[in-house]
């Protein structure tokens, strides 16, 4: 028998990239499978980032570099958050990782003692969950409903918030549901802290990604720059998920103790990729601005078609480029009906219960696929419930 460490039972894993792989046996076997699963832009990564990136190997940043970044792209960065988020953040506030993942391993890992609450959204990320669970902090779900637009409610967090809370994570645009704080949740929220010594980690990743209103940081807030971690990355704006890139801003102090994890695990991020990044952030946003405009026009095709499909019935995501129809009309368990889909409509999509138990009662679709691509799966989806339902 294998002689796994204990700890290893406390690790969960993130369902999409399970699902991935369930689909192309599938595809293997000569089923024609339409993917709404995974979450990553379906677009390539900008040409101008792609050449920085190039060139970049072609002038030997093949090395190891620095734990915490590149002096350029930590800098780069600072400007950068200092400006969108209206706050004076310096490189020694930057670290930088291959991914937002990272940030929220090493995070925790630095942060939460055993016993220690974290309080996270429900339906959310699954790795926040998993990475509590994993370091023996105590997981503490706060829900996310759908009749607050999925943004979570204060007064539950007020009531969640004990003598023991490390930590909250808070994610705006949100995955798996398109929620987006308000600027008044945001005020309430850091309210709700007062000054109790609580960090919060604010996972911004689809910041830029937003079809209603604004996005307001949490970091920008009086008092709250020193408390928060802010997560942020290239996977999702850039279309750069295969660059493994992601950065992490809060306090110096804390900065370094990150770096020294990635010191220990990672070594650095490719150097190549932090040139590709510096460019992505300074250079011609046309593409980003492209993507979006394409994300928008899926976003209302899928949302005006699925709300036809019998038993469907779906918000539409303020942010990031995922939906989340409620699905309990149908009478079916989300699994079940993803797993049904999946095997018999050639649908990939993902049961809402991967983000989480009150993630019951729906489905997650990413919008990350051709208007061609999304109008077949729901046609398929349409055809199916006729049958089965
Ligand atoms: N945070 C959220 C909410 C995400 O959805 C993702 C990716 O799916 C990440 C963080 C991490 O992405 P990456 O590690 O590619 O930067």
New binding site residues.
Partial sequence: ELPLARRMARLGTETAFEVLVRARALEAKGKDIVHLEI??PDFDTPRNVVDAGIDALNKGFTHYGPSAGLPILRQTIAEEVSKTRGVKVTPEEVVVVP????I?FFTMLALADEGDEIIYPNPG?P?YESMINFVGAKAVPIPLREERDFRLDVNELKDLITDRTKMIII?SP??PTGGVLTKQDIADIADAIGDRDIMVMS?E??SRLIFEGQHHSIMSLPGMQERTIL?D????TWAM?GW???FGVMRADLAAHIARLATNSVSCTASFSQMAGVEAIKGDQSSVAAMNKAFLERRDFFIKRVNQIKGFSCRSPHGAFYTFPNITKTGWPSKKLADALLDEAGVAGLSGTAFGSFGEGYLRFSIANSIENIAKALDRIDEWTKHRL
């Fill in positions: 979450g990553e991914g937002g993942k990272p929220i990320f790795i994610n949100q995955n996972d990743i689809y997560l990355g290239f996977s999702k998920t493994r890139m992601g």
